[in-house]
């Protein structure tokens, strides 16, 4: 009677982990992790190599620092706006973030800063001159009519990563 209940309790928590698990694995498949990365040209030293990324639709090929400027969880919105060249993003950033981007601004200016989402780059915009209130602008590689949805995507995912911070 005690081995058949140990063996029920053991079926019982491991189909429970694993309810869990696909429950974990369903909600990061639609994740859009952000995350500003600063292109690295010329001698970098302190950064041992770069990661070469390449824009989807214009196949420019771009050098990265390994380490993000902004991360996933010092991004707080993410808007789609109307400037005189089209439709771009704007990403809106923590205090901390805001510095961070202020001084690879300052230092990288000329560089370009590229949104990578899920590791994969979606845009890119030439750094010229410094950001100081922490908003970024760029212009996507994405078709128009994907961009509403875009954003909201990685809107939810911002809202998940700052619940669970």
């Known amino acids: 009677m005690n081995i058949r209940f140990k063996f029920i309790a053991v ?14 694995e369903e909600d990061l498949s639609n994740m859009k992790v952000p995350r ?5 040209r ?15 639709l214009s196949r420019t090929k771009i050098n990265l620092h390994q380490e993000p400027v902004v991360n996933e969880f010092e991004v707080i919105n993410i808007d789609l706006v ?15 973030g805001a ?14 800063m590229v ?15 410094a950001i100081q209130d922490g ?3 760029t212009f996507v590689e994405l ?9 909201l995507d990685v809107k939810d995912t911002i809202t998940q990563l700052q619940a669970e911070k």
Do not use: H
Request: charged share 20%; proline share 3%; hydrophobic share 40%.
């Open 42 to 56: 010329g001698v970098s030293y302190g950064n041992l190599s770069s990661d070469l990324v390449v824009l989807p």
């Open 143 to 151: 078709p128009d009519d994907e961009l509403e949805q875009f954003v």
């Open 135 to 137: 908003k970024f602008y």
């Open 82 to 96: 109307k400037v005189e060249m089209g439709m771009a993003i704007l990403i809106y950033t923590t205090e901390r």
């Open 99 to 112: 510095r961070a981007l202020y001084r690879a601004s300052v230092t990288n200016n000329g560089n370009r």
């Open 11 to 24: 079926i019982l928590c491991s189909s429970l982990c694993l309810l869990a698990a696909c429950k974990k």
């Open 115 to 129: 949104l990578m989402i899920n590791g994969n780059p979606v845009g890119a915009r030439r750094i010229d001159g």
């Open 36 to 40: 500003l990365m600063i292109e690295t």
